[in-house]
């Protein structure tokens, strides 16, 4: 029956007998508890749901933590490629102006030149007939235009047609 019988031969007490039935009920209430546990799918269930949704939350708050610091190092990328740009852009446009001018100055200079080279040239009968000429096409403008549109449309049409 019990160690105790064993050791020594004899026949436990009653008060040993209810100890050792209590026990025994103590520790089959501990299986029986275990055993529930085990066959309890609704609460496994629950605890591993419960454990899935703590690590999705974790994972979700270390994924947006992520996406924020990349859209500030975009944002920042974004920041210093205007930057870039609008410097790279201001520079262009000075370059620009400033080669503008000084092709300005240089056909200014050489036309000059050539003008005072032709009117240099340029016999002073005709230079007077030239600013009759310039004077009477600012008094009547639209006189002197029609018949030079018309020049240069027959000009047009010849050279069209000779192709």
């Not at 056909?107 to 032709?118: E, F, N, P, S």
Request: glycine fraction near 6%; proline fraction near 4%.
């Amino acid at each position: 029956m019990t160690d105790r019988t064993r050791r020594n031969g004899s026949t436990p007490t009653p008060d040993e007998l209810r100890e050792e039935v209590q026990g025994t009920r103590e520790q089959l209430g501990r299986t029986v508890e275990a055993l529930a546990a085990k066959t309890d799918v609704k609460a496994q269930v629950q605890e591993k749901v419960t454990a899935a949704k703590g690590s999705i939350q974790d994972k979700a708050v270390h994924a947006k933590e992520q996406v924020r610091d990349k859209k500030e190092q975009v944002r920042d990328k974004a920041v210093h490629a205007k930057e870039q740009v609008h410097d790279k852009a201001v520079h262009a446009k000075e370059q620009v102006h400033d080669k503008a001018v000084h092709a300005k100055e240089q056909v200014a200079h050489t036309a000059a030149g050539l003008g005072g080279q032709v009117t240099a040239h340029t016999p002073d009968p005709v230079l007077r007939q030239a600013g009759k000429a310039r004077g009477a096409v600012r008094r009547k403008p639209l006189l002197f235009a029609v018949p030079a549109v018309a020049v240069v449309c027959w000009v047009v049409y010849r050279v069209r047609r000779g192709r």
